[in-house]
């Protein structure tokens, strides 16, 4: 499969959304909606790593999936909104490449 660019992403998705009379869901919608999904990932994380397993009767789901489902969520909301997020990436990369550049141990490439 050829790799897709985050703008490649949000073509496709507004192509997908645009066959539907109607569009995009409001803000505050995308918002829930989003919210919902992340719980949704909370509990496949909680299943997979954490102390409460899934009971026998429960779907099968996966943090994959989940994290598919945000993502959708995301380009949804950033399309909605008239956001490029190759231009909010960059803005956010910045942003922490600056402000938190001596934030964090950086690891020594030369021992490698």
């Avoid at 539907?20 to 994380?45: C, D, I, Q, T």
């Avoid at 997979?48 to 598919?68: H, Q, R, V």
Wanted: charged residues 35%; negative net charge; proline residues 3%.
């Amino acid at each position: 499969m050829q790799e897709k660019t985050l703008k490649d992403i949000q073509q496709e998705v507004d192509r997908y959304i645009s066959q539907f009379k109607e569009g995009y869901f409001s803000p505050l919608a995308l918002l829930a909606r989003m919210s919902e999904e992340v719980g949704e990932l909370a509990r496949e994380v909680n299943h997979t790593y954490g102390e409460k397993p899934k009971k026998p009767d429960e779907a099968d789901n996966s943090i994959e999936l989940e994290l598919g489902d945000i993502l959708f969520i995301t380009v949804c909301f950033a399309n909605s909104l008239g956001i490029d997020l190759t231009e909010a990436h960059d803005k956010v990369m910045h942003k922490f490449n600056t402000r938190d550049a001596n934030r964090w141990t950086k690891v020594n490439t030369e021992e490698k």
